[in-house]
């Protein structure tokens, strides 16, 4: 996982609620076996109307999602992190996610961004009324920021959490921090149990 302290740039405006994981890659693409190319799928049913925002081309190359609330409901899968990450995306901004797409991303890298549904609005028809509006996620301070407008807030993030971004830890990272300490316990086991190892 890269290390994430800065996401700088354009965003995509999904003035939609309640978007869930079916939405976001629809269960017709879980069948792949490799973990890439899923950015095809992301909001492919949604991509076959014309008037979708992601087939508008003014916001093209955006690289933070701007949702309206409740994003990613609905039932569990990576894959719908995998496709908005392959897309482009760095970070998403919404007054609610669910919290099983929350934890998905934060063990995948894509920075979940909770805002106060007032500001969640007005980002919302900011991007809408400018596709070339740049917004700053810090997460390190915890602030978006739209400077070219003034506009800033905070957001929260468990201190565990922001230390897997600006760290670049996944969880097998993570357990790898332990790693004496695991060498240690295995040395110190009776030989006759099993060694992980050996499995």
């Not at 950015?39 to 492919?44: I, N, R, Y």
């Not at 097998?172 to 040395?187: N, P, Q, V």
């Amino acid at each position: 996982m890269l290390a994430v302290r800065i996401v700088s740039g354009t965003a995509v405006p999904l003035d939609r609620s309640d978007v869930d994981t079916d939405q976001i890659i629809p269960s017709d693409w879980l069948k792949k076996v490799e973990r890439t190319g899923f950015e095809k799928g992301l909001f492919s049913e949604w991509r076959d109307d014309r008037d979708f925002v992601l087939n508008d081309e003014r916001y093209t190359g955006a690289n933070i999602l701007v949702a309206g609330p409740n994003f990613g409901t609905g039932s569990s899968r990576e894959h719908a992190v995998w496709a908005i990450q392959q897309y482009g995306f760095e970070a998403v901004i919404s007054p609610r996610f669910a919290d099983i797409f929350a934890n998905n991303c934060t063990k995948n890298g894509l920075v979940p961004v909770v805002v106060d549904p007032e500001f969640g609005r007005a980002l919302l028809d900011a991007v809408i009324a400018d596709p070339g509006l740049v917004i700053t996620i810090d997460v390190e301070r915890g602030t978006v920021e739209v400077p070219a407008l003034g506009m800033e807030t905070t957001f929260p993030m468990e201190e565990s959490t922001r230390t897997r971004f600006l760290e670049g830890l996944d969880d097998i990272a993570l357990t790898l921090r332990h790693d004496e300490a695991i060498a240690g316990y295995e040395a110190r086991r009776p030989s006759w149990l099993p060694e992980t190892s050996r499995i």
